[in-house]
């Protein structure tokens, strides 16, 4: 037997570190060719990095979380001598590493069917014994977490007992089989979870934005009946082949007729060169949640596209974020941004701006309240906007501004579709 030692491919032009987000083995675990062995990420994708050979894992790189170097040792596999490579000067570690797709440096959300081979023996449908690590994919993992289940408390169905989601989705119907626990119960553990891959970047992004920006924010209410009873219209006499609005669609195109009046709320912010670069395009980022994480797709040339097509594209790049098969130019781009919680959007809100733009708007959710109009209070459905601004480039007039022409627009949608 001897030791065989796998580097840490090269994983991308230009590349020379990568962060550690997930070991698929662990040490002592037996393993065969093409196996993935572990997942880093870069700035541009997640990467899966497989075993070249058969052998048994002697040592692991590091801890989850960790920056390892292009080119270091990434796992250490003891391996029959005939495994050994005859051309002694051929690099660990370089057969292709499998790429994942491309989320603007975030952690890859895997389908059922995406799911990697099985790494390690294991008791299939079994579950897990005390101590040892269940055989999952990210994309499974993370699901369990955000549902409070504990792996090892499942049968995996999967090879060589590895979890997949139809297992979680039986787990879920069928519940767990020991009596819940007491909600009186005192609870005295704590849990240490290592904030690694997307939600890494997140943070450090949220950070940088935080930290740079001196953001101001306006607050204004809208009147959204009219913009309301002419969607539903809308949506009713629609044809077959076109999607269904949302209000999002009226707001871009709200947002398209105000920053033409207001072209440097439409930029990027160079704060170190102290140069503002206003866009001619309108390239509306929308921050859309998904599995993984925070994420916000772009929708190009929001100027060139009617309702229709601004629903459509947007409709198309949430479903390709949620589904992790968004590309990186379809997450970067952005000249300004849109940011929405739905049902959930709350009365106000104080969004962040995705660095670095000097503009982003906030939906908060609709609601139907008393408004006077000048003789008795009657119902109506309004909704409030939260829009915080770069204020370094943008005086709080301007901000204002911006917010009372999207207010007019929407109040009176009709002008949306009336050219200057």
């Not at 090892?152 to 989601?165: D, E, K, V, Y």
Request: net charge negative.
């Amino acid at each position: 037997m001897a030791e065989r030692i796998i580097k840490l491919p090269d994983v991308g032009e230009g590349i020379a570190e990568a962060e550690l987000v997930e070991w698929h083995v662990k040490v002592g675990d037996i393993v065969r060719e093409d196996a993935p062995l572990g997942a880093v990420m870069t700035d541009k994708a997640t990467v899966e990095i497989p075993s070249p050979v058969d052998g048994e894992v002697l040592w692991l790189a590091g801890e989850i979380g960790e920056v390892l170097a292009i080119g270091s040792d990434f796992v250490r596999l003891k391996v029959d001598e005939k495994a050994r490579p005859s051309d002694e000067t051929k690099p660990e570690g370089s057969r292709p590493a499998k790429t994942l797709p491309d989320h603007d440096a975030s952690s890859a959300t895997l389908s059922p069917a995406d799911e990697p081979a099985d790494v390690a023996p294991h008791r299939p449908h079994e579950a897990a014994v005390e101590g040892e690590r269940p055989l999952a994919a990210p994309a499974v993992r993370l699901r369990a977490r955000e549902a409070g289940i504990d792996l090892r408390q499942l049968r995996g169905s999967g090879p060589a007992g590895r979890i997949t989601h139809a297992d979680l989705d039986a787990y879920l119907a069928r519940g767990p089989s020991a009596a819940p626990t007491s909600q009186r119960e005192r609870k005295t553990a704590v849990e240490d979870v290592k904030i690694v891959g997307l939600r890494r970047r997140i943070a450090e992004k949220m950070s940088l934005a935080n930290a740079r920006i001196p953001h101001i924010t306006y607050v204004e209410e809208v009147d959204v009946t009219a913009l309301e009873e002419l969607r539903k219209k809308l949506n009713d006499e629609r044809k077959a082949e076109r999607p269904r609005l949302t209000l999002l669609p009226f707001l871009m195109r709200a947002m398209v007729r105000a920053v033409a009046k207001q072209p440097h709320l439409n930029a990027h912010f160079d704060d170190e060169a102290g140069i503002l670069h206003q866009h001619a395009g309108v390239h509306i980022g929308v921050a859309t949640q998904t599995p993984a994480g925070l994420m916000v797709p772009v929708v190009r040339h929001a100027e060139e596209r009617d309702l229709w097509n601004c629903a459509a594209e947007m409709a198309r790049l949430a479903d390709a974020a949620r589904t992790a098969a968004a590309s990186r130019d379809e997450l970067s781009g952005s000249t300004i941004t849109i940011t929405s919680l739905g049902a959930m959007g709350g009365l106000a809100t104080t969004p962040i701006i995705n660095h670095p733009e000097v503009a982003i708007v906030g939906v908060n959710r609709i609601a139907i309240r008393p408004h006077w109009d000048g003789t008795a209070f009657v119902p109506r459905k309004m909704m409030n906007l939260s829009s915080s601004f770069d204020h370094r480039v943008v005086d709080g007039w301007d901000a204002a501004l911006f917010v009372q022409r999207i207010k007019a627009l929407l109040e009176t949608p009709a002008l949306i579709f009336i050219d200057d």
